[in-house]
């Protein structure tokens, strides 16, 4: 990771139940992020902390796992997760759900638009976790809805998100309603001032921690990303290998099993390609990696942990079969490539649900990722074909090439002869898969609005006056509330 922090090399180190370690395993995690390792050991030795790591870095599972560790079970509403809006109280949920599933850890999400009478239900059943927004909060809390609601850990979530929404005076309130003797944990990608003032009137005393962004990525390598469905991600591979050219390809996929299936799938389609995961055997591991620097393969299918610090040179291509977990994982596969001043190419598959993982690449590592489209058969023999002409023009003449020309001169005229050639090579360059890989031109449209929209919302919210920003927020805050 890049980052100036040392990070943990595993989640044992906290000294976490056998039952939470094991939800964090099932969910995939394998090294706690930076802002996880300084801060657990922090919220684990209750202390109040102001967190402040940009998004998309792990913090929700910062405060998630301390929280479940410390869970005594006792039948009452222990901790409170307080964030701006529906979605991300539902992802927080999940993600709590995800690792606290072996702890029984039942959470319930409390949000405007939902029932008030369906949430009463839900509260009675004694969550031991509860995360809502703002308004539905401050709603249950003025209407006595929550009794004996003392939860001893308090976290803010997004906490300049919910500035910007206009929930800080919400916010103030809900604390008039929770214990004094509490803890409290304040997240939030950016620390403007009206948040530093709350934090001064909520916290006791609390730890810093604040994780710089990562380091902006290589410029030797050229990153791009190609929008396609589902079911397209193996053609797409085979076609852009095909019209790539490279020396030495890393694809990265999620999981050992797809390593497998990929690698052969890629063997039996005539390309020289091996596997690299963890279920291998260390000398499998090894052999891998030895036959893939030495050429005997030219393709390796990895996953991320296998892979993790292998440096090989002449690595032209990485592939992201999956968009990584997260943007760490991004800049650290990217970066088998574009190695020792030579130039890469990092191109990232994904479908348009998954573009939103994209931008949080990019706004975390400053990446400069941009859309291409997948070519099609025809565009790909172009490329092919000019590929051919300029191995031509750089091949040196042998002896043997020249003795076989003699005995064939006899029988052939020149240009035959350079035609039966051409035709013969040419015959081994089929290119694979459908003609058109990726959206159709009318969905692609769709999409490329939908970016430069956002892009377009995005610019104006920034150069908005602070003064006409907090107007229209104060109306959807309104709004909130009377869907409330
Ligand atoms: P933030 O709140 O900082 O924007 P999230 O908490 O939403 O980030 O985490 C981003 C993604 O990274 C989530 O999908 C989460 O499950 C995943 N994640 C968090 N911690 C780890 C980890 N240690 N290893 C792998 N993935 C992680
Ligand atoms: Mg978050």
Same mark, same amino acid.
Do not use: W
């Given at each position: 990771?890049?980052?100036?922090?040392?990070?943990?090399?595993?989640?044992?180190?906290?000294?976490?139940?056998?039952?939470?370690?094991r939800?964090?395993?099932e969910?995939g995690?394998?090294i706690?992020?930076?802002i996880?390792?300084?801060?657990i050991?922090?919220?684990?030795?209750?202390?109040?902390?102001i967190?402040q790591?940009?998004?998309?870095?792990?913090?929700?599972?910062?405060?998630?796992?301390?929280?479940?560790?410390?869970?005594?079970?006792?039948?009452?509403?222990?901790?409170?997760?307080?964030?701006p809006?529906?979605?991300?109280a539902m992802?927080?949920s999940?993600?709590?759900?995800?690792?606290?599933k072996?702890c029984?850890?039942?959470?319930?999400?409390?949000?405007?638009?939902?029932?008030?009478?369906?949430q009463?239900?839900l509260?009675k059943?004694r969550?031991?976790?509860?995360?809502?927004t703002?308004?539905?909060?401050?709603?249950?809390?003025?209407?006595?809805?929550?009794n004996?609601?003392?939860?001893?850990t308090?976290?803010l979530?997004?906490?300049?998100?919910?500035?910007?929404?206009?929930?800080?005076?919400?916010?103030?309130e809900?604390?008039?309603?929770?214990?004094?003797n509490?803890?409290t944990?304040?997240?939030s990608?950016?620390?403007p001032?009206?948040i530093?003032?709350?934090?001064?009137?909520?916290?006791?005393?609390?730890?810093?921690?604040?994780?710089s962004?990562?380091?902006?990525?290589?410029?030797?390598?050229s990153?791009?990303?190609y929008?396609i469905?589902?079911?397209?991600r193996?053609?797409?591979?085979?076609?852009?290998?095909?019209?790539?050219?490279p020396t030495?390809?890393?694809?990265?996929?999620?999981?050992?099993?797809?390593?497998?299936?990929l690698?052969?799938?890629?063997?039996?389609k005539?390309?020289l390609a091996g596997?690299?995961?963890g279920?291998m055997?260390?000398?499998?591991r090894?052999?891998?990696i030895?036959n893939?620097?030495?050429?005997?393969i030219?393709i390796?299918?990895?996953?991320?942990?296998?892979?993790?610090?292998?440096?090989?040179s002449?690595?032209?291509?990485?592939?992201?079969?999956?968009?990584p977990?997260?943007?760490?994982?991004?800049?650290?596969?990217?970066g088998? $490539?574009?190695?020792?001043?030579? #130039?890469g %190419?990092?191109?990232t +598959?994904?479908?348009? @649900?998954e573009?939103? *993982? =994209?931008?949080r690449?990019?706004?975390?590592?400053?990446?400069?990722?941009?859309?291409?489209?997948?070519? $099609?058969?025809?565009?790909?023999? #172009?490329? %092919?074909?000019?590929n +051919?002409?300029?191995? @031509?023009?750089?091949? *040196? =003449?042998?002896?043997?090439a020249l003795?076989?020309?003699?005995?064939?001169?006899?029988?052939f005229?020149? $240009?035959?002869l350079?035609?039966?050639?051409?035709?013969y090579?040419?015959k081994?360059?089929?290119?694979l898969g459908?003609?058109?890989i990726?959206l159709?031109?009318?969905?692609?449209?769709k999409f490329?609005?939908s970016?430069?929209?956002y892009?377009k919302e995005?610019?104006?919210?920034?150069?908005?006056?602070?003064?006409?920003?907090?107007a229209?927020?104060?109306s959807?805050k309104?709004?909130?509330?009377?869907?409330?």
């Open positions: 990771m890049n980052n100036n922090h040392e990070s943990c090399s595993s989640f044992l180190e906290f000294e976490f139940k056998q039952n939470l370690l939800g964090i395993n969910a995690f394998k706690p992020s930076p996880q390792t300084q801060t050991p922090l919220i684990l030795g209750r202390h109040d902390i967190a790591a940009q998004t998309g870095t792990g913090k929700t599972a910062a405060f998630a796992l301390p929280i479940i560790q410390n869970l005594k079970n006792n039948g009452e509403i222990e901790a409170l997760i307080v964030t809006t529906r979605e991300l992802q927080i999940d993600e709590v759900y995800k690792l606290g072996f029984h850890t039942k959470t319930v999400s409390i949000y405007g638009g939902q029932s008030i009478q369906r009463i239900e509260l059943k969550p031991q976790v509860i995360i809502a703002p308004g539905r909060l401050l709603d249950h809390l003025r209407n006595e809805r929550l004996q609601f003392n939860p001893n308090v976290v979530d997004e906490s300049d998100e919910m500035l910007d929404m206009g929930f800080l005076e919400d916010i103030e809900i604390f008039s309603y929770l214990p004094q509490r803890q944990l304040l997240f990608a950016t620390m001032l009206p530093k003032k709350l934090a001064q009137k909520i916290l006791n005393n609390p730890k810093i921690v604040k994780i962004p990562s380091e902006t990525t290589n410029s030797d390598i990153q791009r990303y929008i469905n589902e079911y397209e193996e053609d797409a591979i085979i076609r852009l290998i095909d019209s790539e050219f030495k390809t890393i694809i990265f996929v999620r999981m050992k099993k797809e390593a497998d299936v690698s052969d799938c890629l063997c039996s005539g390309y596997a690299l995961h279920d055997e260390q000398r499998e090894l052999q891998a030895k893939f620097k030495e050429g005997i030219d390796l299918v990895a996953t991320d942990v296998a892979a993790r610090g292998l440096d090989i002449d690595v032209s291509h990485v592939f992201n079969y999956h968009i977990l997260n943007p760490e994982n991004y800049v650290h596969r990217i088998r $490539t574009g190695r020792a001043g030579k #130039k %190419v990092a191109i +598959l994904a479908t348009p @649900l573009f939103k *993982e =994209i931008r690449i990019t706004e975390n590592t400053r990446a400069k990722i941009e859309l291409y489209e997948i070519p $099609t058969i025809a565009q790909t023999l #172009k490329t %092919v074909h000019s +051919l002409i300029k191995t @031509l023009l750089e091949t *040196e =003449i042998t002896d043997d003795g076989i020309y003699e005995q064939l001169s006899n029988n005229e020149s $240009t035959q350079v035609c039966k050639l051409l035709s090579i040419l081994e360059s089929k290119v459908p003609n058109k990726g159709s031109q009318k969905d692609l449209k490329k609005d970016i430069f929209n892009q995005k610019h104006s919210k920034t150069h908005k006056p602070h003064k006409t920003k907090r229209n927020n104060v959807k309104h709004k909130t509330r009377n869907t409330s």
